[in-house]
Each structure stands twice: as structure tokens, then as C-alpha cells.
């Protein structure tokens, strides 16, 4: 069965936050709003989880997962970053972005790009995302709404809640739903590339020194 909460966008109800990460914890999947377009998440490390949110996705495994974190102090421990990469996360974030990074030795490898052991990741401006976190006390493993033969994410909670029933465990609303997914930034190489425009502005963007 689907559950299904709302939550305010601005003060949510700590009652359903800690509702909400027991359900992560037992290894459910859900879906929740961000500040672009909803994500499927789960816990990182749930292997049979993310096994339902590929079914989900109809994904692959060379698919680039994201880690969604609260801040950034997590991450020097699943990115190798140097001084300028870090400067150019901390600039950009909380935000519509995601950043791939050269991933570390902490990253469950099934997580990484196959062949380029890289790792997205991602700090939300949303206050729902971050009482989630806080409330779970880790970052979550997630990708975009978007279903097979879809052109672009689920908009509409009532229409997810639909589409998604008994195949997710939880849907999280607070309003309308983004439609718009993040601005994807490979940081892998010398200097910062756009490889998807969403969301997030991308005027001005560009490595300092170390």
C-alpha cells in the first residue's frame, strides 16, 4: 500500500519527517518533492530498493545515480574534490544542481558510472529534503520522476500518486510539484560542463584557481 503525506513546504510537520525515514530505514522507496522536479529515493545501500527504482525508471545500471545530501559535510567522503572544485559546489549550492565528481573509495561501486567511477551529488534548497535528512541522519540515493516513453518528470502529485500506487511506499507533496529537473555540472574534467540544463541558471560558472 501507498502512503501518502503532506507536508509544509517551509515548517514540515516533524511527526511525518520521522514517519517518513521509517519508512526509508525499512527499505521503502519514495517519492518527494525538491526545489526542481520530484525525485524516487531511498537509502543508500538499500540494494533491493534501488532495484525497484530502476524497474521504476526502466534504468540500466550505467545510470548516473544522485546522492542527495543535506549540506556539504559529507562531501570529501563519497568525492574527491580539490580546492577550486569545492569553491565551485559551495558557490552553487543549496540549489537545482547536480555535480559529478570523481567518486571515492566509500561509494558502493554499484552506485558509480561504470566506467568512469564518478558520482552525482547534490544539496537541495528544500527545506522538506533537508528535515528528511535530518530526521533519517544520512543522505538519500535518488533520480528524477520521469517514467518510461515519459519526455519529462511527473508535474502533478495526484497524477504520480496514480501511476505509482503499490509500486512506491510513500508519496511526499507540499504543493504543486517542480517540472523542471536540475541543471547537470560534470566536474570531472578541467573545467566545469554542462551536460543538461534544467532548472538552475548557469550564467557565469566557472573554476577558480586553487
Known amino acids: 500500500m501507498t502512503q ?12 511525518l519527517l520521522r514517519q517518513a525515514a521509517e519508512i526509508l530505514r525499512k ?36 545510470h548516473l545515480m544522485t546522492l542527495i545530501c543535506r549540506d556539504l559535510s559529507e562531501l570529501s ?12 559546489v559551495r558557490e552553487w549550492t543549496p540549489g537545482p544542481y547536480t555535480f559529478v565528481l570523481p567518486a571515492t573509495r566509500e561509494v558502493p561501486r554499484r552506485l558509480m ?9 547534490r544539496v537541495p534548497a528544500s527545506d522538506l529534503v533537508s528535515g528528511l535528512i535530518a530526521a533519517l541522519g544520512e543522505p538519500l540515493l535518488g533520480t528524477t520522476l520521469q517514467l518510461p516513453g515519459d519526455e519529462t518528470p511527473i508535474a ?25 529537473p536540475t541543471t547537470v555540472i560534470d566536474l570531472t574534467g578541467d573545467a566545469p560542463l554542462i551536460t543538461r540544463i534544467g532548472k538552475g541558471a548557469v550564467g557565469g560558472m566557472r573554476l577558480q584557481a586553487d
Open 77 to 88: 567522503l563519497y568525492a574527491q574534490v580539490n580546492t577550486a572544485q569545492f569553491r565551485f
Open 156 to 180: 502533478d502529485a495526484d497524477e504520480a500518486f496514480a501511476r505509482l500506487t503499490r509500486r512506491v511506499d510513500l508519496l511526499i507533496e507540499c504543493g504543486v510539484f517542480g517540472s523542471e
Open 113 to 121: 558510472h561504470p566506467s568512469r567511477r564518478s558520482i552525482g551529488l
Open 4 to 15: 501518502r503525506f503532506d507536508l509544509h513546504p517551509d515548517n514540515p510537520q516533524p511527526r
Open 27 to 62: 527499505g521503502g522507496v519514495i517519492v518527494m518533492p525538491t526545489d526542481a522536479s520530484p525525485v524516487l529515493a531511498c537509502r543508500v545501500g538499500e540494494r533491493d530498493a534501488l532495484t525497484r527504482i530502476h524497474a521504476i525508471r526502466g534504468l540500466d545500471d550505467k
